[in-house]
C-alpha cells in the first residue's frame, strides 16, 4: 500500500470475487491486492463471544469454527460458501437471516485497517460500545475506498435453542406478499422470511428434485428460532397467518436434514438459473414492504415489455428484491436490453419509496444512477467523508460516484 501510494498507483482490494456490482475490478494501472491467503481464523473468544479474522477467511467457515463452541455468525449472504468477510464488510453485505439480526455492520465490532498512504489503525474495538465517532461504521459499506481490512474482529451469537423452518405454498406472488405483510404486521419478526416464485422454482427443480411442489405459484421459506416454547408458538401463529392469506399448503421441515436441504435450495437458487440460461443479471433493490406486489408487478411488466425471461428469489422480510433476468449474452443487443430493463426496474423501486442496493452495493454497476436517491449535496458529503480516509483517492477509485471522482 505505501510503495503503490508512492508510485502514485490505484489499489483494488479483492477477496473471493463473489461482488456483484464490479467492485473488485482494477482500474487500467491499477493493481488488486488478492487476500485469498490471509484466511485465518485468530481467535475465538467463548466467554466475550467474539472472533477475531483476516479478511480472506470465508463467511461460512467461520460460522462453523463457532458452532463448536456453541456460537454462530449471523450474516448469512446466499454466497456464503464462497465469499470473504472482507468482502462482506466492504459491501455491507446481508443475507436471509439478518431480518432479525441485522446487516454485517451490525456484527463487527474492530478492525485493523491500512489506509491508503499505508499507515495502519484500528477502527472500534473489542466490544460494542466505543467513545467517539463511529468511524468502524462509516467504514463498513466503504466499497473499498477508505481502505484495507486486514484484522476483523466480529461478535458471534449462542446457537438457538429451537429452530422451526416451514415452507408456506401459494397460487400467486401476490398471496404470498400479502402473507409476508400480515406476518410482521402481527408482532411477528422470523429469522428470515425468503420468496421464491414460479420462475426460480422451475430453475431450482432442475437442479434439486422434489424440493419445492412444481405447481407453486409462490413459496416463503420463513424461519422462526428462540427458546423452544416461544418457537412453538410464534410458527403456530406464522402457519395460521399463511393460511389466512391464502396458502394451498404449509409444510414443516420435521429435521434438520430437511431444514438443511431447504436452505440448500433457497441458497442454490441463482446457480440454478444457469439450468434456464447461460448468463444471468441480478437486480439488487429494495421497496418498502407493503409494496412487494406493486414493485413485482412492474417488474413483470418491464420484463414482458423488453421479452425477458425473469425469476425472481428475495429477501421478502425486508423488502429486498433480487429479479433476476436470464439471458443469454451471445444474442446480439441482448446485455444492451438487459442492462436497459434493470434501469427501468430501479427507477420503479426508487420511485415506490425504495433505495438502488439492499447488500450488492454500488461499484461500477450501479453508479450513474445515484442521482436518483442523493442530491449534489448529499454525494458532496460522502466525497468529504473519503477524502478524510483517502485524500488522493487511490483506493479503488472509479465506483460509487457518477463522474467516478
Known sequence: MALAYREGVPVVARGSGTGLSGGAIAPPGGIQIAFTRMNRILDVDAENR??????????????????????????????QKACSLGGNIAENAGGPHCLAYGVTTNHVLGMEVVLEDGSVTWLGGKTRDVPGYDLRGVFVGSEGTFGVATRIVVRLLP??????????VFHDVDSACTAVSSIIGRGIVPAAIEMIDAACIKAILNVTKGVFPGDAGAVLLVEVEGIKEEVE??????????YDTGATEVRIAIDPQERERLWAARKGAFGALGSLAPNYYLVDAVVPRTRLSEALRRVAEIGQRYGLFIANVFHAGDGNLHPCIAFDEREPGAVEKVIKAGEEML???VEMGGTLSGEHGI????????????SEEDLAAMRRVRDAFAPANRLNPGKIFPDGV
Open 363 to 374: 461499484g461500477l454497476e450501479k453508479k450513474a444512477y445515484m442521482p436518483l436517491v442523493f
Open 50 to 79: 467474539t472472533a477475531t479474522v483476516e479478511p480472506g477467511v470465508i463467511n461460512l467457515d467461520l460460522d462453523y469454527a463457532a458452532h463448536k463452541y456453541g456460537m454462530r455468525y449471523a450474516p448469512d449472504p446466499s454466497s
Open 159 to 168: 446457537l438457538p435453542e429451537s429452530v422451526k423452518t416451514l415452507l408456506g
Open 233 to 242: 408458538e410464534l410458527s403456530g401463529e406464522v402457519e395460521v397467518t399463511m
Open 347 to 349: 427507477k420503479v423501486c
